[in-house]
């Protein structure tokens, strides 16, 4: 049989050899000297924060840039696992150029090493770069306007999961308008990347006599935890 079977290969190649041949001489004979083969397309090549960072500049794009002091790009490990998504700078961010150093950030990253993380080895950003004046919700063209630069975000850095925090952050990732109360508490897929939507800190810190959230937003956050594979640091603060 293995004989047999070789034999009918090298038959078979024979025939396509012979019909190639016989090709080609046609075509020669139609007066054709040469035949130009199209380069193998080269695979696209992932952006690094650093070109999107570049490409962003000092962005004029949209009326944010009238009232900001700076721009808030993102900070963290550019390979991380795990990322973080806020809704948009607040007056600190602002002033600092940095995501999530007032109140909500300092309980952000008491969240974060409850997971048994440090920030520096998560990657935190927001839907928009600038701040929205009086903290207010970033307007639709303001998030159209920003969105290709947190998508290029997303794909540069290839997190396992991300924890859209609020629910501008999340409406925005699942391109959804449902409230954040009944988007919390489960898995969601986008584009090949777990997303666990969660309440903001900001949130969690105006609703301090609410127990029930913060234990809710430690329920998504071990919920992550489980889809990286991390154990809880047993010390940490759960808030």
Known sequence: MKT??????????????????????????????????????????RP???????????????????????????????????????EGPGADEDHQGRPFVGKAGQLLTRMIQAMNLERSQVYIANVVKCRPPGNRDPQPLEIRTCRPFLDAQIEA?????????????????????????????????????????????????????GKRFKSEAWDDLKMAMGVLGLSARSTGDKE
């Open 4 to 45: 047999t079977d070789s034999q009918a290969t090298i038959e078979n190649r024979q025939d396509w050899m012979r019909l190639a041949r016989h090709y080609v001489e046609y075509l020669k004979n139609q007066g054709l000297e040469e035949v130009m083969l199209s380069p193998k397309p080269e695979p696209k090549a």
């Open 48 to 86: 690094t924060l650093e070109w999107i960072r570049e490409d962003l500049g000092e962005c004029t794009r949209c009326p944010l840039h009238e009232t900001r002091q700076n721009i808030v790009f993102g900070e963290g490990d550019s390979r991380a696992g795990l990322m973080f998504v806020g």
């Open 157 to 209: 850095i290839g997190p396992e999961v991300i924890v859209a925090l609020g629910r501008v952050a999340a409406c925005t990732l699942l391109e959804t308008v449902d409230s954040i109360s009944n988007l919390r508490g489960r898995l969601h897929e986008r584009r090949g990347v777990t997303v666990i939507p969660t309440y903001h800190p900001s949130f969690l810190l105006r609703e301090e006599s």
